[in-house]
């Protein structure tokens, strides 16, 4: 189960839309990180094709693992394994990935190792100063938002992760890029919509937050509603709010109604984590993935933090959106939930991080 310390790992990610290659050493030091991403392929359709994925990932992917090994100033000889995400992800992007990492393994005769790509995410926590929080034994809240996942976890170590909570319906990284469509914004919707909210009224309307209320005692698949998300009736109530108001998009206020929809995304997100910290006692938290690149959701996260006293941890930028550094760097993680596989191992579309 990947329990050695691995030197070099070259990582491959391609679960969506980034064609993605990094090699790392020891489980931290990053000495190159390749991302290509296929935002333009897809604009035209507005949103995700998982066939163009597939075909680009094939083209791209050779020329991007070259790419990784070069600026990592690694030749093929010297790497200790080779790791892909196995899932979850497209299950034909997936298998591109998986596939170059076994031709790679077999070719040199080295490990090949599965990665989980939701505790890849978690792990880019640990790429920035979160890493003195490993050496520390703290446990950590950590909520992890991208276009496929939301959900809530607490983190008590590597390879120590309960679920606590996920959103019922959409990812909240969906949840924006639906929105910037009604709104007539591009794709991918999260920093279209962070670009138009910018200086805008957070207030000037108030859009429903998903499971607002607290104290919820109800429980689906084993976990807390009161810690779950829900983005669906938001999204309802912006296609009402452009029907009844047709001049919103052209208007002088279109700004205002794009803040005031990303602010009800983002306050159910700060909300939950809020109520994980009060619940576990937990004094660390962090957020991962796509959508904790937006500069108004880091500093709602930094103002509950404060309000809570405790301890905040964000991922770097550039290990929020999908990378192949934090694959490669779980990989070579002591206690990671690595799937030390054969030529055998298969994708798994829905692969879940659960209790260990
Ligand atoms: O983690 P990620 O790259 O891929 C998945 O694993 O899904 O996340 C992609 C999501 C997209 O929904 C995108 O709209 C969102 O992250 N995103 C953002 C920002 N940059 C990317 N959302 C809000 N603000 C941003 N600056
Ligand atoms: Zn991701």
């Not at 949840?175 to 991918?188: E, I, Q, R, S, T």
């Amino acid at each position: 189960m990947g329990q050695v310390p691995l030197m070099k790992v070259l990582g491959i990610e391609t679960s969506c839309d980034e064609t993605a290659a990094a090699v790392v050493e020891g489980g931290r030091r990053v000495l190159s990180n390749i991302v290509f991403t296929q935002v333009a392929k897809h604009r035209p359709y507005g949103g995700i094709v998982p066939e163009v994925a597939c075909r680009c990932h094939v083209e791209e992917l050779p020329g991007i693992m070259d790419h990784a090994m070069e600026a990592a100033k690694t030749a093929w000889e010297d790497l200790d394994a080779v790791a892909a995400t196995y899932g979850p992800g497209l299950a034909s992007s997936l298998l591109v990935g998986l596939t170059a990492a076994k031709a790679v393994a077999f070719r040199l005769g080295i490990p090949l190792l599965g990665v989980n790509h939701i505790e890849a995410h978690l792990y880019s926590l640990f790429l920035g100063d979160g890493a003195r929080y490993l050496e520390k034994r703290e446990p950590l809240v950590v909520l992890m938002v991208s276009g496929g996942h939301t959900a809530l976890f607490r983190v008590d170590g590597i390879g120590r992760y309960e679920q606590l909570g996920q959103t019922l319906d959409d990812a909240a990284g969906e949840a924006l890029d639906k929105g910037a469509k009604l709104l007539g914004l591009g794709y991918p919707g999260g920093p279209e919509i962070e670009k138009a909210a910018a200086g805008g009224d957070p207030e000037f309307v108030r859009f429903p937050r998903g499971l607002e209320q607290r104290g919820s005692h109800g429980q689906i698949r084993g976990m807390d509603v009161d810690s779950c998300f829900s983005f669906s009736g938001l999204k309802t109530a912006l296609l009402y709010y452009l029907r009844d108001h047709p001049d919103a998009v052209t208007g002088p206020r279109f700004r205002d109604v794009v803040a005031s929809y990303q602010e009800a995304v983002f306050e159910a997100l700060v909300d939950r984590l809020e109520r994980a910290i009060e619940k576990t006692g937990v004094r660390v938290a962090g957020c991962v993935g796509g959508v904790s690149r937006n500069k108004r959701l880091r500093l709602m996260m930094e103002r509950m933090a404060e309000r809570q006293g405790v301890a905040l941890l964000l991922a770097p930028l550039e290990y929020c959106t999908d990378n192949a550094a934090m694959v490669a760097a779980v990989a070579g993680a002591p206690g990671s939930l690595v799937a030390r596989g054969g030529l055998d191992l298969d994708v798994d579309p829905d692969l879940v991080v659960g209790s260990v």
